[in-house]
Nanobody
């Protein structure tokens, strides 16, 4: 069982930056694939980035590639989400998610149904 708690959301002007954190409970954090998702009003939850065990491989949605960075610190049981050059369309509730990973996995899971554990979400609002 893993519990996830996001923090770091808030209100920022377009072009600004925010860093979200997701702290995980448990002693096996390093064995989990981690993902960030977001959900804007009246829209479905969408994948934005993920990171897996194998070489710390990452994958980003096209909408955030080059602006956002996912990273993890296994010693701190935390995954980070650095968001730069924010746009109003980035406004959403951001969720982190975890799934028991395999050392044999080559690709980052991108489906919401793949992830077993979810945080409560943190609001990010970007003003124009």
């Amino acid at each position: 069982q893993v519990q996830l708690v996001e923090s770091g959301g808030g209100l920022v002007q377009a072009g600004g930056s925010l860093r979200l954190s997701c702290a995980a409970s448990g002693r096996t954090f390093s064995s989990y694939a981690m993902g960030w998702f977001r959900q804007a009003p009246v829209k479905e939850r969408e994948f934005v980035a993920g990171i897996i065990r194998r070489a710390g491989a990452t994958y980003y949605a096209d909408s955030v590639k080059g602006r956002f960075t996912i990273s993890r610190d296994n010693a701190k049981n935390t995954v980070y989400w650095q968001m730069n050059s924010l746009k109003p369309e980035d406004t959403a509730v951001y969720y982190c998610a975890a799934e028991q990973d395999s050392a044999l996995r080559w690709t980052v899971p991108r489906c919401t149904s793949t992830y077993d554990y979810w945080g409560q979400g943190t609001q990010v609002t970007v003003s124009s």
